[in-house]
């Protein structure tokens, strides 16, 4: 198996890693850099500097995408800056490769049908690793089983302090931060939107407030507060200046309530019973989501699973950032 790799940071070197433990010396790397850093990021995101990356995981390294194109990849793995995802998908689709896109799909519409179409016969899968934990496969689980009545309403929050991201650079220079590179907290975190998505389906309407609130670095928004209509109020609330970090979910139904936050454990309220149960997934940790990812990816790839996030998945949480940050900006 050759796989393509554009973009080696911090969310691409992880995939490689995983990619590497799932397949072992069954896997080729080839890589297209456009920045060319050399410097291994370890999985507690720290940087090595005895290895190099291309030395660790034994990548040939091309100058440009089509060099690296005509090394005939089987798979593409795009964590390159969001506004540069549907140029470079584009581009790996025509040339026969399964696509794993990092989050979100991109930043525009402009060439989504296109890549559709590139996509024939072929895997195309957006990184919302959110959706592997286990606490929110059983949120997912109870809400569309309705196993405790219809959803009366719900609440997603994500907060974040973006300085603290990447200790081994200047978070000024990512493109989070930049409203040309497709950053700011409605897309790179745009989890909840998939979220809210896959639990609730597509909203009626969306309407939001936010933009950038602090002084800090760049010029894109950092809070935004999200309102979906889903047959009942969905809030969307995200933050990536904000200390201390924290992420949770509130789910009101008929018969009951789920509250997530941001660990291993969901409380479950049974109206009927008048009792809390609790969900544990002892054990799991962040890096298990990317891990599992990459194993479903492959999956996909051998024909053995259907992709949990597809290009029309990573389209619908997409429209709802898109209207978001038109009413954001405007």
Not at 83 to 108: D, S, V
Request: charged letters at 25%; a positive charge.
């Amino acid at each position: 198996m050759k796989v393509l790799v554009v973009g080696l940071g911090g969310a691409g070197q992880r995939l490689v890693r995983h990619t590497k433990e799932l397949l072992g010396p069954n896997v080729e790397f080839v890589a297209y850099r456009a920045r060319g850093r050399k410097a291994l990021i370890k999985p507690d995101f720290t940087i090595d500097p005895e290895v190099t990356v291309e030395r660790q995981f034994r990548i040939r390294t091309s100058p440009t995408l089509k060099e690296a194109l005509a090394m005939n990849p089987d798979v593409a793995i795009i964590a390159n800056p969001t506004h540069l995802h549907m140029e470079t998908a584009l581009a790996c689709a025509k040339a026969g490769c399964h696509l794993l896109i990092e989050k979100p799909l991109g930043h525009e519409w402009k060439g989504m049908a296109e890549l559709k179409k590139a996509l024939r016969g072929r895997v195309g899968m957006v990184g919302y690793m959110m959706r592997f934990h286990p606490c929110l496969k059983r949120i997912e689980e109870i809400v569309t089983s309705r196993l405790l009545g219809k959803v009366l309403w719900a609440k997603l929050e994500a907060g974040s302090y973006v300085p603290s991201w990447h200790p081994y650079e200047d978070y000024a220079e990512l493109y989070a931060v930049r409203r040309a590179m497709g950053g700011g907290v409605v897309l790179t975190e745009s989890h909840e939107l998939d979220l809210a998505t896959w639990f609730f389906g597509a909203p009626k309407s969306v309407t939001a407030v936010g933009g950038k609130l602090t002084k800090h670095a760049g010029d894109a928004e950092d809070t935004a507060s999200i309102l979906l209509d889903c047959g009942f109020p969905v809030h969307v609330n995200l933050c990536f200046m904000q200390r201390p970090a924290s992420r949770q979910i509130t789910v009101a139904l008929e018969h009951g309530r789920l509250d997530w936050a941001g660990g291993n454990h969901l409380r479950v309220f049974n109206a009927e019973k008048n009792a809390w149960a609790e969900f544990a997934a002892d054990g799991h940790e962040r890096d298990h989501l990317f891990r599992d990812q990459v194993k479903h990816f492959f999956a996909c790839v051998d024909g053995r699973e259907k992709p949990l996030v597809d290009i029309d998945a990573g389209m619908a949480s997409l429209d709802i950032a898109l209207k978001a940050l038109k009413q954001i900006w405007s």
